[in-house]
């Protein structure tokens, strides 16, 4: 293992290192901006969020204040899983116990003129499930390396690809069984409102001939 | 080993795919992400507008706009009023691209959007070995239409969701509907009982003066 091989890896730990994956958001000056995504039970959540103005690679050589701002995280059963406040990055993970929606809000601490009236804008990198799992312990574990190594990454999204999959065909399940439940509903009460037109006006008609004949007008 | 420095170059190929990313937020008027993208990355985006409107209106009107601009501020792509699109294209420039949606209807929004940048296979001097370099190709493009696949998988399952909530939106309005029109045939009815006897008293009260 020469120096040649630790440049090598060091090249490598620095490019695969995610560098700006993830999207930024513009946070407005007041209120709380907030993302969410629908996570399925048993998933491991891993997520990174930074703070900053501007496009932080851009440095024009006058300091900036960084931004604070506070963070929530919130399952869909409204349990509180990260709050953090005056924070400027940071970072959260949770395996999920509840299917459903969960959200992160964010918001500015302090007020606009604290950073010059400029935009604070959030990078987050949000990663669910396969994208989370840790494959340096899998890797140790099952000691296999390099190529074995990608290959198990890959047979493990498309595991979670199949799974997926299988979760969309339960749910194209139900929606269809909703969706005749509804054309039942919509043939039944048709019928319903059709009878109920015809019995109003037999009462309208059968009252109306009594009234004109207590009224010596038939 | 000798071959472990083309397999740690596969391993800085592979390594650098960007996965998919889907969000889902509330768009009130207008709401703009930004992505940083490298030069030659293709950039797949997706939006769904999952639930729109109050419970009886936004019918028809429920489209965002999408405008998609470069890091020179140059458009890349603008989509009208849709419920649901999918596009790729190639960034050119390297820099951060924005994302803005436009919402037109008086209503919130909830928008579900998803971005997913992938490499291109750029070239390292460490791995000339012949030997492997077709196999890092073909594992490469297989994780890249993986990736595409979970995209477009993540797509279909926010469509799905915005299918599911039309359809329990329609279920609850066939009951109302049904429930509204009974109501209206029969004070309907009273109605015009009601409007005869007028006439008819005031004209046999008009005829027996």
Request: glycine share 8%; charged share 20%.
């Amino acid at each position: 293992m020469g120096s040649s091989f630790w440049t090598v890896l060091f090249v490598v730990a620095v490019v695969v290192v995610p560098a700006a994956r993830g999207v930024w958001i513009d946070l407005p000056s007041s209120g709380t901006k907030c993302v969410s995504e629908e996570i399925h039970n048993h998933v491991v959540v891993m997520a990174d969020y930074y703070a900053f103005i501007g496009d932080p690679d851009v440095h024009n050589g006058t300091i900036v204040s960084i931004p604070t701002m506070t963070v929530k995280v919130t399952s869909p059963y409204g349990n509180e899983l990260h709050h953090k406040e005056n924070v400027t990055h940071g970072q959260f993970a949770f395996t999920t116990t509840e299917s459903g929606n969960y959200l992160a809000c964010f918001s500015v601490d302090g007020d606009q003129h604290k950073h010059g009236g400029k935009v604070v804008t959030v990078g987050i990198d949000w990663k669910t499930g396969i994208a989370a799992k840790d494959w340096d312990s899998v890797a140790k574990k099952e000691k296999i390396e390099g190529l074995e190594l990608e290959l198990a990454k890959l047979e493990g999204i498309v595991q979670s690809i199949h799974e997926n999959l299988n979760y969309l065909i339960n749910r194209e399940f139900e929606m269809r069984e909703v969706s005749e439940k509804t054309n039942a509903r919509v043939a039944w009460y048709s019928i319903t409102a059709l009878g109920v037109c015809v019995v109003v006006s037999l009462l309208q008609i059968w009252y109306l001939r009594r009234y004109f004949q207590k009224k010596k007008l038939i | 080993m000798r071959s472990s420095l083309p397999l740690v170059a596969v391993i800085v190929i592979l390594g650098s795919f960007g996965g998919a990313f889907g969000i889902r937020f509330i768009i009130d008027r207008e709401e703009c992400f930004s992505h940083k993208v490298e030069y030659g990355q293709t950039v797949h985006f997706s939006f769904v507008v999952i639930k729109s409107g109050g419970s009886w209106g936004g019918y028809g009107e429920e489209g965002v706009d999408l405008v998609v601009k470069g890091p020179n501020g140059e458009q890349v792509h603008d989509i009208r009023d849709k419920t649901s699109d999918k596009h790729e294209f190639v960034a050119y420039h390297k820099g951060v691209y924005r994302f803005c949606f436009t919402n037109k209807s008086p209503y919130h929004e909830t928008l579900d959007f998803d971005v997913h940048a992938a490499h291109f296979l750029y070239h390292d001097e460490h791995a000339k070995d012949e030997h492997f370099k077709p196999l890092f190709e073909h594992i490469g493009n297989l994780e890249e239409a993986l990736y595409n696949i979970q995209f477009e998988q993540h797509w279909l399952e926010a469509q799905t969701d915005r299918q599911a909530i039309v359809n329990e939106k329609m279920g609850r309005g066939a009951i109302h509907k049904v429930l509204v029109e009974s109501t209206a045939l029969i004070l309907a009815s009273g109605l015009q009982v009601y409007i005869l006897r007028r006439l008819f008293e005031r004209k046999l009260g008009a005829s027996r003066v």
